[in-house]
């Protein structure tokens, strides 16, 4: 047994091709979530010891810190991500049709420096499929967040059919939905963050949220948006003025980026959006300056380069209230959880805060 879970922990970094891994983990995750005694295993191995509890879009977190988006593009290893201590997990992307997305090999890493290329293509089974495999999944123990893209095949100037549409299949099963308008790696859907376009999305879901929600006498589900890390301030600052006008819930900060650290490696001349450590400090500004911007009004989630306690700890001073991982569990494991949410903990004693509510854009205010 702790022979597969050292295997398990990190099979991103062994010679092979990298979405191949990808999917071998993920299995590993499935099948060991598959049955009460197995999980037990991996709550002993991997659950944190301590708890931050963490109050955000009306939900209680038992910690801040879960698992983005694209690491379980099919909801398939639900039961395994509250197994290994997070305190909630995205799917997707989903899109209203099912899709291969672009050709492979379209997913690339660079060890050293901790990063991910990737050219995905939001490749997935579609919302219809999506529906079948929740369903099967049943309720589960932490909150799930479903990341909505659009179709490769809908025109732009249908995006809000299809953002709405998948948002409308899923409603039943999901707590938070995530408009992503920000990957690179569909064809012109980074222009969706702008303007008409990115009002049109945001009106179409909402109504499709207050629909349901009365339909099935519940609340309304938070809604978010996922922001580009290249967007220039005057961009960000739009996009932002757009969601406190929609009332959108929060901003997830951020995707993926199209920079390079430098053009001298062979992973960083691939196509796709960077994660990983080089994106760290590029997500942390921007967190940092939307915090400020909204005078801390507006929740935000922080996600890009994360590998340790250190790096959540800067992205929660900076104005996170909720933290997600994708290159950190890839070259830290399955570990990643209890040893950032344990360091946490040390952190806020450290510090004097009483819980992380108190400790978000502390970096923002003048010490008295």
């Known amino acids: 047994m702790g022979r597969l879970f050292r295997w398990f922990s990190r099979p991103l970094l062994a010679l092979q091709d990298s979405e191949k891994a990808h999917a071998r983990s993920l299995l590993m995750l499935r099948i060991a979530s598959s049955n009460a005694l197995f999980r037990g295993c991996l709550r002993l191995l991997y659950k944190p010891k301590k708890s931050l509890p963490t109050s955000c879009f009306g939900m209680e977190y038992s910690h801040p810190f879960g698992i983005a988006a694209g690491m379980d593009k099919k909801a398939e290893a639900l039961r395994g991500w509250s197994s290994i201590g997070l305190a909630f997990s995205e799917i997707g992307g989903v899109t209203m049709l099912e899709q291969t997305g672009n050709a492979k090999p379209r997913m ?215 933290l997600q991982a994708y290159a950190g569990f890839v070259f830290e494991g399955p570990g990643l959880t209890k040893s950032i949410v344990n360091g946490l903990h040390k952190k806020l004693k450290e510090s004097g805060f009483e819980s992380i509510s108190e400790a978000v854009g502390a970096s923002h205010r003048v010490p008295e």
């Not at 293509?121 to 049943?138: C, D, H």
């Not at 963050?193 to 609340?219: F, P």
Request: charge should be negative.
């Open 108 to 322: 690339f890493r660079h060890g050293s420096d901790r990063a991910l290329v990737n050219r995905m293509g939001f490749n997935n089974p579609g919302s219809e499929k999506i529906v079948q495999q929740l369903q099967r999944s049943g309720s589960q123990p932490i909150p799930v967040w479903a990341n909505l893209g659009k179709s490769k095949l809908t025109p732009i100037e249908d995006a809000e059919m299809d953002y709405s549409t998948t948002m409308h299949r899923l409603w039943p099963y999901v707590d938070v939905f995530v408009i992503n308008v920000s990957s690179p790696n569909t064809p012109g859907l980074r222009d969706l963050q702008h303007g008409d376009h990115l009002k049109g999305i945001l009106e179409a879901c909402i109504d499709v949220n207050r629909t349901n929600s009365e339909g099935s006498n519940a609340s309304p589900k938070p809604l978010l948006i996922k922001v580009a890390p290249d967007l220039s301030k005057q961009e960000l600052e739009a996009i932002v003025d757009t969601a406190i006008a929609c009332e959108i819930d929060g901003i997830v900060a951020t995707n993926t980026t199209i920079e390079r650290p430098n053009q001298t490696h062979k992973v960083y001349n691939e196509q796709g959006g960077c994660s990983g450590s080089p994106l760290k400090h590029q997500s942390t500004e921007m967190i940092h300056h939307i915090y400020s911007y909204t005078g801390g009004r507006l929740p935000i989630v922080g996600v890009g380069g994360i590998m340790n306690a250190e790096d959540a700890w800067e992205k929660i001073l900076a104005g996170a209230s909720l």
